[in-house]
Structures are given as structure tokens and as C-alpha cells.
């Protein structure tokens, strides 16, 4: 492009050419959002006004029919926005990008396009051999959004989905106490003359402090246990005093346990899971609720012989809510909050003109990445499913 001036010399007034900077338009991306294969997971990836900015920047977003409906978004909110709501699933899967919350099933990898770019969480746990091969069949890159990193290091959507996780969870505790649910009918923060109900959180991480918070702004009585003391010191720092604070210690926690209405484990350690014998002393009708059930669980009880139980039963007359998806209580708030966190890094992805460069420009991108160019490339996947394990560092260069 030419801009022209008008420049005076002494022969007068001469057009002069004056060239412009060029402005690099950004990669269009085309965006699947399909519609959520489990019945218990509510949450969404994208709200309408997520959507809209998408569509504002020039990307082209379509979505399978009635997928919002489990945040309460109605396929019209969403068409407004200038979504293409779509009742053909597979048209959904052809997308360049598609976004999930939990992972692929092999049909839905089947679906995909070869070159695709599949974003959802990691959920090791739940990750299938089946799909993994189809999806190196098919050279898709698949990116686990709980691990995306920010400038500062920081994994930005695993902190706001384990803080969603641990409001959430109090949330939950309150209603299964009253008798609505079957519970023993236990108001959480009590009333002059009687107790608060107990609770006891196992891990003093970002879940385990939201926990806290919820539980004893309900009015609880809470009591927190960890091993590393320095978090239990930023426990206190954060939550304040008075509040209960141990080490696992053995009698201390035994006493807590019998004692407490309410236990929500917030901290995995498989080789150092809280005992089925903790489980049995526990109060008939008291309630356990594991959030690191995706990551293979707190409690021995949380688990049957090959895979975690991921439902509700009730064991030793305790109540085990067991469910990976512990935000789809909430789901429009968890919904919100990965919209507000997915938005800036899907209008980055075009400005770089496209998910490969993106990968190659920021280091936090990249350490998301588990499938890449037909390798894993994230160890723990590998491990889990013995399979090669190749560093992505060694591809970047390639593109």
C-alpha cells in the first residue's frame, strides 16, 4: 500500500510516495465445540460472549446443537453471537480446533480431520490407548488446557478449576448434610447452642484453601492437614486464624476423622493414600468427597480394582462422593472462567497464524502439548500407556 503527500520543493507543490507499513492479518481459525459426550459433565468450554469476540476477530466458530445447555445457554444466545449451531456432529469435528472439557472417546477421534488440533483437559486417568492411536493416525496435536503455563510460570486454568473445585465441593457438602438428600440433617454453620459441623481438608494446596474459605464462611468448624508446613503456613496466612492446622500425623488425624461430619481430600499422593481403616472409624452418615479422583484419588476407598469408581456410594455408612467433575456443580461459573482463559490464547493462536507457531513462540503453550507430529510427547502419557516418549524440543525447529 502507498500513501501519497504532498512535499514543497522550489518547483512547488510535488505528490511524493511515502510507503506504509503492512499489517499482518491474522489466521482465520475454524472452532469446534462440540457437545459433551458424559452425562455428568456440564461444564462448556465457550460462553456466547466468548464466542462473539471469536467472531468479532474474524474466526469461525461452530457448534453442535443444544451443547450449551448444561451452563444454561440456549442454542439461540449462542447463534446471536454468530455461532454456526449445527445438529450434524461430525461437520462440528472437522473444525481445525476442537474444545472439549473431558477427553476424546474413540469415536470422536474418529471424526476428527488428519492435521487437527484437539484442546481439552489432560485427565490422565481417564485418556484411552484407543484414542491416543487414532489421534497419532490422524497427526493431531492434542493439547491438555490444564496445563497451559503463563508468563509466570503458573498453570492459570488448573488454579481456577482446583479453586472452583473446592468452593464447589463445600457447596455440595452442605446440601448431602440436610435431609433434602439424605443426609443427617446437619446445618453447616450450626446456631447458638448447637455445634457447627466438622470439617476436615487433606491438602492446604489452591483447593484446599478455597475449601476452607467456603466451609468457614458457612460458619464450620475446619481442620487442615498437610505435610509440607510451609503451605500450611500460606494456609494461615491466607484463611487467617483461629484454624486448625497438623501434619498427617497418625493419632492426630484419627481423632479428626472420628470426630468429623465432613472430609474433602484435596491432595493426591498414590503412594501414600489415607487408609481404608481411617475410612471405618469414621461417624455413620458422615460424608467423603474426593477431588483428586481424576488423578487416582485420596482415599483407598475411593477406588475399586482397576479404575476409580467416579459416582456416589456409600461405604462403612460414609457417604463417598466421588466425581471428577466436581465443578459441574457449578458449571456456569467454571464455564466462565475457562471462557475468560481461553479466549486470549485462542485470538493469540491466530496472530501467530496458527496452533504450530504458537507452539514454537511460547514455552507455556508448548509444555501443554502431549501428542505431537505422531509422538507423545508428554511423559506421564507415555508412562501410563508404555509408549515412546519424545521431547516436543526436538520438533520445533522442523516447522
Not at 387 to 398: E, G, T, V
Amino acid at each position: 500500500m502507498k500513501d501519497r503527500f504532498l512535499h514543497i520543493t522550489r518547483e512547488g507543490l510535488c505528490p511524493q510516495e511515502h510507503l506504509c507499513a503492512v499489517s499482518q492479518q491474522n489466521h482465520a481459525l475454524c472452532i469446534g465445540l462440540p457437545k459433551e459426550s458424559c452425562e455428568k459433565e456440564k461444564r462448556f468450554v465457550l460462553t456466547p460472549e466468548a464466542v462473539a469476540l471469536l467472531v468479532n476477530a474474524g474466526h469461525r466458530v461452530i457448534m453442535e446443537v443444544s451443547a450449551g445447555i448444561g451452563i444454561n445457554y440456549s442454542d439461540l444466545l449462542y447463534a446471536e453471537a454468530g455461532a454456526e449451531v449445527t445438529e450434524r456432529r461430525a461437520e462440528v469435528f472437522l473444525a481445525d480446533i476442537v474444545l472439549k472439557v473431558s477427553p476424546l472417546t474413540a469415536e470422536e477421534a474418529d471424526m476428527l480431520k488428519s492435521g487437527s488440533t484437539i484442546v481439552s483437559l489432560l485427565q490422565p486417568q481417564y485418556q484411552n490407548a484407543e484414542v491416543l492411536q487414532l489421534l497419532m493416525q490422524k497427526r493431531a496435536i492434542a493439547i491438555a488446557f490444564d496445563k497451559i503455563k503463563n508468563d509466570t510460570g503458573e498453570c492459570s486454568f488448573a488454579d481456577c478449576l482446583d479453586e472452583v473445585d473446592g468452593r464447589a465441593a463445600v457447596i455440595v457438602a452442605a446440601g448431602l448434610l440436610t435431609n433434602l438428600y439424605g443426609g443427617k440433617g446437619i446445618l453447616m454453620g450450626g446456631i447458638p447452642g448447637v455445634s457447627p459441623a466438622e470439617v476436615v481438608v487433606i491438602g492446604a494446596g489452591l483447593s484446599g484453601r478455597a475449601a476452607i474459605c467456603a466451609a468457614r464462611g458457612l460458619g464450620a468448624l475446619v481442620k487442615l492437614f498437610d505435610e509440607d508446613i510451609s503451605r500450611l503456613r500460606m494456609a494461615l496466612d491466607a484463611c487467617g486464624q483461629p484454624l486448625f492446622t497438623s501434619n498427617l500425623h497418625p493419632n492426630v488425624l484419627t481423632n479428626a476423622f472420628r470426630s468429623a461430619d465432613v472430609v474433602i481430600g484435596t491432595s493426591c499422593d498414590m503412594t501414600h493414600q489415607l487408609s481404608e481403616q481411617l475410612i471405618r472409624q469414621m461417624k455413620k452418615g458422615a460424608l467423603l468427597i474426593d477431588l483428586c479422583i481424576d488423578k487416582g484419588g485420596c482415599f483407598e476407598t475411593s477406588l475399586c480394582p482397576n479404575k476409580p469408581k467416579d459416582s456416589i456410594f456409600e461405604k462403612y455408612g460414609v457417604l463417598h462422593y466421588c466425581l471428577s467433575s466436581v465443578g459441574s456443580a457449578v458449571a456456569r461459573t467454571a464455564s466462565m472462567a475457562l471462557s475468560n482463559l481461553l479466549v486470549p490464547i485462542l485470538l493469540e493462536i491466530g496472530e501467530c497464524q496458527g496452533v504450530e507457531n504458537m507452539i514454537k513462540r511460547e514455552r507455556g503453550f508448548r509444555d501443554a502439548v502431549y501428542l505431537f507430529n505422531t509422538k507423545v510427547v508428554n511423559s506421564d502419557i507415555a508412562h501410563r500407556f508404555n509408549l515412546p516418549y519424545c521431547d516436543i524440543s526436538l520438533f520445533i525447529n522442523m516447522f
